[in-house]
């Protein structure tokens, strides 16, 4: 445990790791400014008819990405978890636990998102109600997004800041 926290201490002071929360502040800003200028939640995208057909036949899919996703994140959370208490290049270990972190717990709100764009789409021809709540639901996974990404900057941040 002594050897993991010396780790921990020599990462807080690696520029490398600072690197780290750079990348995710990128990915948290996309994401936020994603929810705030998103032109098929916010109305401003007029789907053509083939692609509201398309739409309502495709139907939910969540595919094979969604799975693939969730286990290289496992994946990678556990293999970073290794490098750090190994100190085998601890500031790439801290990458991988981040990035396999940030894949498990956004994965769904994405493939949310992927499935609200779709109901946006599909509910176009539909009515106002019905168009109003999937625009409602797509917010709300972008919402969902952007709070994850933040918080898990945040706690990142303060990871580091505790062994500083």
């Not at 498990?104 to 109003?132: F, N, S």
Request: positive net charge; glycine residues 12%.
């Amino acid at each position: 445990m002594s050897m993991l926290i010396e780790e921990m201490q020599s990462l807080a002071s690696n520029p490398g790791a600072w690197i780290v929360v750079l990348v995710m502040a990128g990915i948290g800003a996309v994401s936020l400014m994603e929810l705030l200028a998103c032109p098929v939640a916010r109305g401003r995208h007029t789907p053509s008819d083939e692609d509201v057909r398309a739409a309502k036949e495709k139907g939910f899919q969540a595919g094979w990405r969604f799975g693939l996703m969730m286990l290289t994140g496992g994946v990678l959370t556990t293999a970073g978890l290794f490098m750090i208490a190994y100190g085998i290049k601890p500031a790439f270990g801290l990458g991988a636990v981040v990035l396999g972190i940030l894949l498990v717990q956004t994965e769904p709100h994405r493939l949310q998102i992927r499935e609200g764009r779709r109901m946006v789409i599909a509910a176009h021809h539909d009515g106002d109600a019905v168009l109003d709540g999937a625009r409602d639901r797509l917010r709300s996974g972008q919402m969902a997004l952007a709070v994850s990404n933040i918080v898990l900057l945040l706690a990142l941040v303060a990871g580091l800041m505790a062994f500083k």
